[in-house]
């Protein structure tokens, strides 16, 4: 026969007192960033808890895209907490980008393809990753642009989206390079256009700026 259970009063529990509110915002996390494979995520999330690492969390609760072809594809939530993650680094390596991108759940396939349409080796430049990702989730370049500002942009949400001219004028001159339909001429003028409203507005591109 199994031994009987021990019996504990209330007196002998100790409760850790950081344990209810680790829960909590835990809890809350998992609300927000609806991970489609929960115990993986949450592996990700102590993980990164622990060492004090951003955590793989979104910053608020994200409706599917409606172009979103598979689920559990990339969306631009996800994208940003990669973008938290790698973006002070400049240079990235894969495979820690693979292990990243596994424990948002996303697919492997999806970024076997970003890596493939910019023939990266085992490093990378994050922001030519970026610029990837955000050509997923846009339907021409410029939606992707927009995707991208909003992804970088310090402004609040609903706010302009201003990104520094360099940092637009870079990521717009490297899809269009991988467009490879557009003319070099036509990019330029395009870039000169931008350039002449950033200088007024202290050197930053505005959504309004391309977008009407």
């Known amino acids: 026969m199994p031994p009987p259970e021990t019996m504990f009063c209330a007196q002998q529990i100790k409760i850790p007192p950081e344990l ?6 835990f809890t809350k996390a998992a609300i927000r960033t609806q991970p489609h494979d929960i115990l993986q995520w949450a592996a990700a999330y102590f993980s990164a808890l622990s060492k004090g690492e951003p955590l793989p969390v979104k910053e608020r609760f994200e409706m599917p895209l409606p172009t979103e072809e598979t689920e559990g594809g990339l ?3 996800l994208l940003k907490i990669l973008h938290k993650q790698f973006s002070p680094q400049g240079m990235v390596n894969v495979a820690e980008l693979k292990e990243k991108w596994k424990h948002l759940c996303l697919p492997e396939e999806q970024l076997n393809t970003i ?10 430049e994050w922001m030519k990753i970026l610029a990837l990702g955000c050509s997923v989730l846009g339907k021409s370049l410029l939606s992707s642009m927009k995707h ?5 942009t310090r402004d609040p949400e609903g706010g302009a ?3 520094p001219f360099e940092t637009f004028s870079f990521l717009y001159s490297y899809l269009a390079s991988i467009d490879g339909e557009i003319p070099e001429e036509k990019t330029e003028a395009f870039l000169q256009r931008i350039k002449e409203q950033a200088d007024q507005q202290t050197g930053m591109v505005l959504l309004r700026n391309f977008l009407t």
């Open 161 to 163: 989206a201003s990104v």
């Open 75 to 77: 969306t631009p939530g």
């Open 115 to 124: 890596l493939q349409l910019g023939n990266f080796g085992e490093e990378a």
């Open 20 to 25: 209810p509110d680790i829960l909590k915002q």
């Open 148 to 152: 991208a500002c909003e992804i970088i």
